[in-house]
C-alpha cells in the first residue's frame, strides 16, 4: 500500500490561553433577524404575526439591510412557502430587538460568572487564613486537588458546570442572597 503523504498541521486559531475569565461564548451571526439563516427567527416573527406557527405559516424571508441570506430561498420551488411581507424597516427593528436580548443574556451571564468566581476566590482566602493559624493541620494533598478543580472550572467557564460546583460548595443559601 502506498503511504499517505505527511502535512503539518494548518492551525487556524491558537489554543485557548488559560485567563482569569474566559470570554463567554457570543454569538457570532452578521445578521440578527434571522441569525444568516435568511428566515426570520421564530420567536421574532411572532412579535409581528400574532400566533406565528412556524410548522403551519409561511416563513418570513429576512430582508434586513445587508442581510442577503434570504435570496437562497427566491426560488420558484421554494418561493410559494416564503412570505415575503417583512420589509427592510420590520427586519431591522427584529435585529435591534435581538442585540438588545443578546446583550441582556450576556450582562446576565457575566454577573453570574463574576458572582462565582469572587465566592471561590473567598473561599480560597478563607482555606489560605486556616492554614496560617497555630495547630490546624497544613493543606493535604485533598484540599489542593479542590483548589484545583475549582480553578479548572472557572477557566472553563461553562455557567452550568459553574452552577453546579457553586451548589456543591457554596450550598443554596448562597443563591438565595445573590439572586435578590
Ligand atoms: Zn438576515
Same mark, same amino acid.
Given at each position: ?28 451571526w452578521?445578521?440578527?433577524c434571522?441569525?444568516?439563516?435568511g ?13 406565528f ?11 434586513n ?13 421554494l418561493?410559494?412557502c416564503i ?16 442585540? &438588545?436580548?443578546? /446583550? @441582556? ?7 453570574? *460568572? !463574576? $458572582?462565582?468566581? +469572587?465566592? =471561590? ?6 482555606l ?10 497544613s493543606?493535604?494533598? &485533598?484540599?489542593? /486537588? @479542590?483548589?484545583?478543580?475549582?480553578h479548572?472550572?472557572? *477557566? !472553563? $467557564?461553562?455557567? +452550568?458546570? =459553574? ?18
Amino acid at each position: 500500500m502506498n503511504k499517505l503523504p505527511q502535512l503539518p498541521r494548518a492551525i487556524m486559531r491558537k489554543e485557548d490561553e488559560p485567563r482569569d475569565e474566559k470570554e463567554l461564548w457570543q454569538p457570532t451571526w452578521n445578521c440578527f433577524c434571522c441569525h444568516d439563516f435568511g428566515i426570520v427567527q421564530s420567536h421574532l416573527a411572532a412579535m409581528v404575526i400574532k400566533e406565528f406557527n412556524p410548522n403551519r405559516d409561511k416563513l418570513p424571508r429576512c430582508q434586513n439591510r445587508g442581510c442577503s441570506a434570504g435570496e437562497r430561498y427566491d426560488t420558484n420551488t421554494l418561493s410559494g412557502c416564503i412570505d415575503y411581507r417583512f420589509s427592510p424597516e420590520i427586519c431591522q427593528k427584529l435585529d435591534a430587538a435581538e442585540r &438588545e436580548a443578546w /446583550r @441582556e443574556t450576556m450582562r446576565t451571564q457575566r454577573q453570574h *460568572l !463574576n $458572582a462565582q468566581i +469572587n465566592s =471561590l476566590r473567598e473561599q480560597e482566602q478563607k482555606l489560605a487564613q486556616k492554614m496560617k493559624m497555630p495547630g490546624t493541620c497544613s493543606r493535604t494533598a &485533598e484540599d489542593n /486537588r @479542590e483548589v484545583a478543580i475549582r480553578h479548572s472550572e472557572i *477557566l !472553563n $467557564a461553562d455557567p +452550568n458546570k =459553574l452552577a453546579a460546583a457553586a451548589h456543591k460548595h457554596l450550598g443554596d443559601g448562597y443563591w438565595e442572597d445573590s439572586s435578590s
